[in-house]
């Protein structure tokens, strides 16, 4: 493209571009939270990020007469399983303006047809589906930490490339004192009479059994959904660990049979809360500002990161019982006035019905989007599970 120069981030002085482009971009929109500069750059850490070790990825800035217009990241995750072979990009942002989208979209799409791929999904992370995952196309107001936030133009671009929606992500949000359904009251009832099911909230000081536990409940649940979801102990027990200062033990809720980890529901405060006055620092300085904002600066909103039951206990009502347990305890012992559950994939009926059974109503969508590569392929969505 005429006067458009493309660059391969490799410096650090390009590095710290990568990063300032987008806080330039959003400088005037009130609702951009700028991500932690530190929490992207370790996505592109080969030394932090397991997935160089077989995977491969490129980040780039578009400049036109010396001026960033645009910038991406392109990368093959192999464990991210498609029916054909399916490359990624994320991190993409772009001025609006049609030709130069199609120009970056166009570099991703040879980038991995070089590599052997069919297809491309965006934009999606480098790593896990719970961060900088999707488009947002529908609520567009404080994005959540870890989470994607665009202009509305976004979706324009992606839709007259050619992309389409291969699924949507649907956040639900709620007040921690709306009522839940009648059912959810009547399950929790008749597993209150069980003397072998108990709720049992989060405690920081056995976090590696609750990892455990939390890894157990994870895999089984979701072991249908195939996408490289199947999480490792010790890769869980890092998770937490590095959760520990943001841990509140009054809002993460774990059910047992017998000792024996049957559901969870995993929630965090939203830190954004917090983290929204630092613009993308998190030095010394900002640590001990972040300490002192969590102490005195009082935050009512959480985030429902993960829910999960057993396939052995689907369908009968373990959940409800969890909730009404969970919901009690978080009234009387927390200040949080509203929470997000977050990332619910528009495949997922089962857990749309449990979001829709608590009362709450649809406050953003982000959609993940597909482009084959053979324009003769038909075009399937992401099947339910």
């Given at each position: 493209m005429k006067n458009v120069s493309i660059i391969i981030v490799e410096d650090k002085k390009q590095k710290e571009e990568f990063l300032n482009f987008t806080g330039r971009l959003y400088n005037d929109d009130k609702n951009y939270i700028r991500p932690i500069d530190q929490d992207i750059e370790c996505i592109f850490d080969n030394a932090k990020n397991k997935l160089f070790e077989d995977g491969h990825c490129q980040r780039l800035l578009f400049?036109?007469?010396?001026?960033?217009?645009?910038?991406?990241?392109?990368?093959?995750?192999?464990?991210?399983?498609?029916?054909?072979?399916?490359?990624?990009?994320?991190?993409?942002?772009?001025?609006?303006?049609?030709?130069?989208?199609?120009?970056?979209?166009?570099?991703?799409?040879?980038?991995?047809?070089?590599?052997g791929m069919e297809a491309m999904d965006g934009p999606i992370n480098f790593g896990e589906r719970d961060k900088f995952w999707g488009l947002l196309v529908e609520g567009f107001t404080e994005p959540l930490y870890s989470m994607n936030y665009n202009f509305p133009y976004y979706q324009t671009l992606f839709e007259n490339y050619g992309f389409r929606s291969y699924f949507d992500q649907l956040c639900y949000s709620r007040r921690t004192d709306s009522e839940v359904s009648r059912v959810f009251m009547i399950m929790h009832k008749k597993h209150k009479l069980n003397p072998a099911i108990k709720a049992v909230a989060l405690k920081k000081n056995n976090l590696k059994k609750y990892a455990k536990d939390f890894t157990t409940v994870y895999n089984k649940a979701w072991i249908s959904h195939g996408e490289g979801k199947q999480l490792k102990e010790a890769d869980t027990i890092k998770m937490f660990e590095e959760m520990k200062s943001i841990i509140n033990e009054h809002i993460s809720w774990f059910v047992y049979e017998n000792d024996k980890p049957i559901a969870v529901w995993l929630n965090i405060p939203d830190i954004n809360q917090w983290l929204k006055y630092f613009n993308g620092k998190f030095g010394l300085i900002e640590k001990l500002k972040f300490l002192w904002l969590k102490k005195f600066r009082k935050n009512r909103k959480m985030v429902g990161m993960v829910f999960g039951v057993v396939p052995e206990w689907q369908?009968?009502?373990?959940?409800?019982?969890?909730?009404?347990?969970?919901?009690?305890?978080?009234?009387?012992?927390?200040?949080?006035?509203?929470?997000?559950?977050?990332?619910?994939?528009?495949?997922?009926?089962?857990?749309?019905?449990?979001?829709?059974?608590?009362?709450?109503?649809?406050?953003?969508r982000l959609t993940t989007y597909r482009y084959h590569f053979d324009e003769n392929k038909i075009f399937e969505r992401h099947p339910i599970v």
């Amino acid at each position: 493209m005429k006067n458009v120069s493309i660059i391969i981030v490799e410096d650090k002085k390009q590095k710290e571009e990568f990063l300032n482009f987008t806080g330039r971009l959003y400088n005037d929109d009130k609702n951009y939270i700028r991500p932690i500069d530190q929490d992207i750059e370790c996505i592109f850490d080969n030394a932090k990020n397991k997935l160089f070790e077989d995977g491969h990825c490129q980040r780039l800035l578009f400049k036109r007469n010396d001026e960033t217009v645009g910038k991406v990241a392109v990368f093959i995750n192999r464990s991210y399983k498609q029916e054909q072979p399916t490359g990624g990009f994320g991190f993409f942002d772009c001025i609006n303006d049609q030709e130069i989208a199609n120009f970056i979209f166009d570099y991703c799409k040879n980038w991995l047809q070089e590599r052997g791929m069919e297809a491309m999904d965006g934009p999606i992370n480098f790593g896990e589906r719970d961060k900088f995952w999707g488009l947002l196309v529908e609520g567009f107001t404080e994005p959540l930490y870890s989470m994607n936030y665009n202009f509305p133009y976004y979706q324009t671009l992606f839709e007259n490339y050619g992309f389409r929606s291969y699924f949507d992500q649907l956040c639900y949000s709620r007040r921690t004192d709306s009522e839940v359904s009648r059912v959810f009251m009547i399950m929790h009832k008749k597993h209150k009479l069980n003397p072998a099911i108990k709720a049992v909230a989060l405690k920081k000081n056995n976090l590696k059994k609750y990892a455990k536990d939390f890894t157990t409940v994870y895999n089984k649940a979701w072991i249908s959904h195939g996408e490289g979801k199947q999480l490792k102990e010790a890769d869980t027990i890092k998770m937490f660990e590095e959760m520990k200062s943001i841990i509140n033990e009054h809002i993460s809720w774990f059910v047992y049979e017998n000792d024996k980890p049957i559901a969870v529901w995993l929630n965090i405060p939203d830190i954004n809360q917090w983290l929204k006055y630092f613009n993308g620092k998190f030095g010394l300085i900002e640590k001990l500002k972040f300490l002192w904002l969590k102490k005195f600066r009082k935050n009512r909103k959480m985030v429902g990161m993960v829910f999960g039951v057993v396939p052995e206990w689907q369908k009968k009502g373990i959940e409800g019982y969890m909730i009404c347990e969970g919901t009690e305890h978080m009234l009387k012992f927390t200040d949080f006035e509203t929470i997000e559950l977050q990332w619910i994939g528009d495949f997922n009926p089962k857990m749309i019905k449990i979001a829709e059974s608590l009362n709450s109503t649809i406050t953003r969508r982000l959609t993940t989007y597909r482009y084959h590569f053979d324009e003769n392929k038909i075009f399937e969505r992401h099947p339910i599970v």
